[in-house]
């Protein structure tokens, strides 16, 4: 896969306020649309995850900074980079601009997480070696 994962999302008429200018929790509704994206095209679906291997990754912190308002129709670029790959959890980055401006920014951290037990777990190998050939270069060194 190619990195920084790059995906685009309208903002819709349901994600903004009155004036029209982007409300900031349904960033974070679109934010975990473009991790579970990620998430697909990495080759682990959320639903195969979820339903029948009983796994996934809830966030376990969570940091964004808005550096200008987005507004209803505006078409966001969502660039996603991974900083940190530990035992159960992968640190990930979030560049969101519109046309080249940037609107927001997200530090991730996402972790392995057994959905019957409710406690974290190692990635499992194939994962941890899908997230590993996801790292910059110069990241992994």
Same mark, same amino acid.
């Given at each position: 896969?190619?990195?920084?994962?790059?995906?685009?999302?309208?903002?819709?008429?349901?994600?903004?306020?009155? +004036?029209?200018?982007?409300?900031?929790?349904?960033?974070?509704? *679109?934010?975990?649309?473009?991790? %579970? %994206?990620?998430?697909?095209? =990495?080759?682990?679906?959320?639903? %195969?995850? *979820?339903?029948?291997?009983?796994?996934?990754?809830?966030?376990?912190?969570?940091?964004?900074?808005? +550096? +200008?308002?987005?507004?209803?129709?505006? #078409?966001?670029?969502? #660039?996603?980079? *991974?900083?940190?790959?530990?035992? +159960?959890?992968?640190?990930?980055?979030?560049?969101?601009?519109? #046309?080249?401006?940037?609107?927001?920014?997200?530090?991730?951290?996402?972790?392995?997480?057994?959905?019957?037990?409710?406690?974290?777990?190692?990635?499992? #190998?194939?994962?941890?070696?899908? =997230?590993?050939?996801?790292?910059?270069?110069?990241?992994?060194?």
């Amino acid at each position: 896969m190619d990195m920084p994962f790059r995906t685009t999302r309208m903002l819709n008429f349901g994600d903004c306020d009155i +004036s029209g200018t982007a409300y900031f929790p349904s960033y974070l509704n *679109i934010l975990n649309g473009v991790n %579970e %994206e990620f998430w697909l095209k =990495l080759g682990f679906p959320w639903h %195969e995850m *979820i339903w029948n291997e009983r796994w996934g990754t809830p966030t376990v912190h969570l940091t964004c900074d808005f +550096s +200008s308002p987005s507004f209803f129709g505006e #078409e966001l670029t969502f #660039e996603m980079t *991974i900083l940190k790959i530990g035992r +159960s959890s992968v640190t990930v980055h979030h560049d969101i601009s519109f #046309e080249g401006q940037k609107r927001w920014s997200s530090t991730q951290v996402l972790a392995a997480s057994d959905l019957d037990k409710h406690c974290s777990i190692p990635w499992p #190998e194939k994962v941890r070696a899908a =997230l590993l050939a996801c790292m910059p270069p110069q990241a992994a060194a």
